[in-house]
């Protein structure tokens, strides 16, 4: 089974995910994490007991369409381009060095990058923030505990206007929120050269805040941004939750094979479908499906696709599956009145 699972993920990843992938590089916003897993070291002739090696899966969500999982041997900065390649747009991302070189000016970039043109603005997360300045609170730091309250504060206030459209929660924010951030960052400043000498979890939380200050004040420029990256961190539960059942991965191909199909999975999810169901259906019109449509077999997508499908086809467990026209032409209109009559 194992090895069945394997080779579903890597025609799955090579099909519908790298569609759905290039459909991605024109989100609006990309939110990633990652997270640590182990992998299983490859067997040799010699008979020597080896440890596991650790891998990572960095999650990436784009708006509201797709989720990705991407493995990586190493959690380099190097990796990371390569994932974000040909990308422009908003990356909101916790203040990892790795993500650094996304957001350098592409006038220091060495003239050798083929990814020189690509433009990407930082969203940084007031989770993290807060977290940082809870865990110095617990400490009995009174001022940390004034920028808990801080921040609780700017939590409260954007989430009243949650439901708006994006144009009308820009306004608002301009004009209630905007106030508040400055007074926050403006008192982080002061305190932190109060502290800035000091070691402790004071200066670890104010000394975040001031570095991050650009990135976080970011989310003034369009309403459809979000202060925290939470949705990231609850994606990756899948992997925290998951690695204490199955304990590692047999290998790296393995791990990247496992990936696609758990990008299956929370992009089913994401639109409402149920996992077992969609892969089944999905698998089942893959091998009659063109090379140049696989983008509507991605979870986005597939709702509509399948009102396209004869239902009696699908049912079967194997046989021909007719393939509809794409959606929008002459013929699919046509094929949609029949069904109607």
Same mark, same amino acid.
């Given at each position: 089974m194992c090895?069945? !699972? &394997? #080779?579903a993920g890597s025609t799955f990843g090579a099909t519908v995910i790298h569609a759905a992938r290039q459909d991605a590089m024109r989100a609006f916003c990309i939110a990633t994490d990652a997270t %640590?897993? *182990?992998?299983? =070291?490859i067997r040799s002739h010699e008979k020597v007991r080896r440890p596991c090696k650790r891998g990572h899966y960095f999650v990436h969500i784009a708006d509201r369409d797709h989720v @990705? @999982? /991407?493995y990586t041997a190493r959690e380099t900065s190097d990796a990371v381009r390569a994932m974000f390649k040909g990308y422009s747009g908003y990356v909101q991302a916790d203040a990892k060095s790795v993500? /650094? *070189?996304?957001f350098r000016d592409p006038k220091e970039r060495p003239p050798d990058d083929d990814d020189a043109d690509a433009v990407r603005h930082e969203i940084g997360c007031f989770s993290h923030c807060r977290r940082k300045f809870w865990e110095a609170a617990m400490a009995k730091s009174t001022v940390a505990r004034e920028g808990l309250a801080r921040v609780g504060r700017i939590f409260e206030l954007d989430a009243t206007w949650r439901d708006k459209p994006p144009v009308e929660i820009k306004r608002l924010? #301009?004009?209630?929120l905007r106030p508040h951030l400055e007074a926050f960052f403006a008192w982080a400043e002061i305190e932190y050269e109060k502290v800035r000498h000091q070691r402790g979890l004071l200066r670890s939380a104010l000394g975040y805040a001031v570095r991050q200050k650009d990135a976080l004040l970011r989310v003034l420029d369009d309403g459809r941004l979000v202060l925290d990256n939470n949705r990231s961190e609850r994606a990756l539960r899948a992997i925290a939750t998951g690695r204490k059942a199955w304990l590692f991965v047999g290998s790296d191909d393995h791990a990247e094979s496992a990936g696609q199909l758990l990008s299956g999975i929370a992009s089913s999810k994401l639109h %409402? *479908? #149920?996992p077992e169901t969609y892969f089944r259906d999905m698998f089942r019109v893959l091998p009659y499906w063109p090379k140049d449509r696989h983008l509507e077999l991605a979870p986005k997508y597939w709702a509509k696709t399948r009102e396209r499908l004869d239902p009696k086809q699908l049912?079967? &467990? @194997? %046989? =021909? !599956?007719d393939v509809p026209p794409p959606p929008g032409t002459a013929a699919e209109e046509q094929i949609a009145a029949d069904r109607a009559d």
């Open positions: 090895r069945w !699972i &394997e #080779d %640590g897993v *182990l992998v299983q =070291p @990705f @999982f /991407d993500y /650094d *070189l996304l924010r #301009d004009a209630h %409402g *479908l #149920d049912e079967r &467990e @194997f %046989g =021909p !599956i």
